[in-house]
DNA sequence: TATTGTTATACTCTATAACTATA
DNA sequence: TATAGTTATAGAGTATAACAATA
């Protein structure tokens, strides 16, 4: 790798870390329903998206740390969004999985029209967000432990 | 638009919110410099990128409500790393500018080849990277008020 | 001893409401 | 009166350190 090559890469992660910033400041504000915050429905997602399992694999999947699930869950199960089993052979553990009630919460996200990061979606190009979509996956390895 | 369409958008944003959190979430926390945070230092890059202005404009590039963006220049004029001159016609406004030492340190930070978000970006291929520069400019425009 | 998770604590980030100074 | 900014206050988000229970 050339010294022009690197040092175009530390533009663009100067480009993006602000962009990042800014954009998931908004969708944590602009969230219509109070009763969760993002960060609570993005556990609820990894849940539903890769099904039940410990605080500690929860947490590392979230990249938070693990006091920092303890309390997202101590929310979310209050609430009757998730509920706890234990695991079958080690008693340290519990399973969490999302309820249904959990289910219908996050459905009712997602597919509100009046959702605003869908609507600013929706102001895009197709085009643009085909764009957005193959990117998804790169923040994803970005995020990588 | 068909509703076929409308449900792909929910879904891309879907997608994106939880993956835009998580690596938020981890650039906040692998930044090597200590001085200053990840908020400050986009509001450096800004004033870098636009020039000197109100507090009040500063506030509205940085999605952020005006008593937050008070907090964050206290912080930076503290440290020596921006500064307020009288506005000419205006006694209530303060224009803000970026000094040779806050410069010296938003170098310091991008040029610094051990960022992590730096050294992630460069695991990607170059195609990746030119996908995610493209995609820059969408999540500004995502952004906008 | 090592691992899993929780409790205790504290700091950062950010907002809303109330206020001050100036226009 | 309206606007720009600050102060006061509070809640969300998150971490580290210390602890408890179990493996």
């Known amino acids: 790798m050339t010294a022009a090559t690197r040092s175009t890469i530390a533009e663009l ?3 993006l870390r602000p962009s990042l910033l800014r954009l998931t400041r908004m969708i944590r504000n602009q969230r219509a ?3 969760v915050t993002l ?14 399992m410990s ?15 303890t309390k997202i869950l101590a929310h979310l199960e209050e609430r009757g969004f998730v509920r706890r089993k234990p695991h079958p052979s ?12 959990g289910n219908a919460l996050y459905d ?3 597919r509100s029209r009046e959702a605003w990061l869908t609507q600013r979606l929706g102001a ?7 764009q ?6 790169l923040l994803d390895r970005l995020a990588e432990h």
Chains 1, 2 share one sequence.
């Open 13 to 15: 992660a100067a480009q």
């Open 108 to 110: 009712s996200e997602q």
């Open 55 to 69: 605080a500690g694999e929860l947490a590392a999947c979230e990249r938070v740390q693990p006091p920092s699930m």
């Open 124 to 130: 895009l190009t197709g085009e643009e967000r085909a």
């Open 33 to 35: 329903d109070t009763s």
């Open 90 to 101: 080690d008693r340290r553990q519990a399973i969490i999985s999302i309820t249904e009630a």
């Open 39 to 52: 960060t609570q429905i993005s556990t609820m997602a990894t849940l539903r998206k890769r099904g039940p």
């Open 132 to 137: 957005l979509r193959a990117v998804v996956p």
